[in-house]
């Protein structure tokens, strides 16, 4: 088979992103053969190598989509700064893309960009909404989750960016987020630092 009817075939399959697994069952190979084929299209910029295993189907691709895929089998949404410009809540463009996950955290270097996994106890994974097909954390869960991971012993979120507070940001919300945060010492530090950024 030639590698075009080969990429046609992939795509037929309709997924932005495969497994080396996957493209060897859907073409009946072993898996070598399949990474060869693979390393093939990336090779002639058909396909991009995102890590070991895991290949986009396209050159072109919304990265914000991407770290779904980069913690699969676990869960993820696009959170902390990165969603905190999509709602307005920060001037300064995001030059990483951060989301947080039940997987174990991780800095990922691809062709699309950088992308910054956070972990979370699975008792606070949750206040998102799906945009464009996309798991994005809304303005309040943003916001908790970012002044939860200041708490972390990574210095990465040990200063806060300058934070706009919108009229729709909904106080609340945000409290009833707080009171899901398991640890006291952590849930009174996110109210303080909450009061505060109020």
């Known amino acids: 088979m030639r590698l075009i009817d080969i990429e046609q075939k992939l795509l037929a399959l309709k997924q932005p992103i495969l497994q080396t697994r996957d493209v060897s069952a859907c073409l009946n190979i072993p898996l070598a053969q399949a990474s060869n084929i693979l390393n093939r299209l990336a090779g002639a910029n ?75 106890q699975p008792n606070f994974f949750f206040g998102f909404d799906i945009v464009d097909q996309i798991k994005m954390a809304t303005k309040e869960k943003a916001l908790v989750d970012l002044l939860y991971l200041t708490t972390a012993k990574s210095m990465l979120f040990k200063t806060l960016p300058e934070v706009e507070i919108p009229t ?31």
């Open 46 to 120: 058909r396909f991009v190598r995102l890590m070991r295993g895991k290949w986009a189907t396209t050159t072109q691709i919304d990265p914000l989509i991407l770290p779904e895929y980069l913690t699969a089998p676990f869960p993820s949404y696009i959170s902390l700064q990165t969603a905190l410009f999509y709602h307005g809540m920060i001037s300064q463009i995001p030059q990483t893309i951060y989301a947080v996950s039940l997987a174990r955290t991780r800095q990922y270097a691809t062709h699309f960009g950088n992308i910054s996994i956070h972990h979370l």
């Open 168 to 198: 729709s940001f909904n106080r609340k919300k945000a409290e009833k987020i707080i009171n899901e945060i398991i640890s006291p010492r952590i849930k009174t530090v996110v109210q303080r630092r909450l009061e505060i950024l109020l």
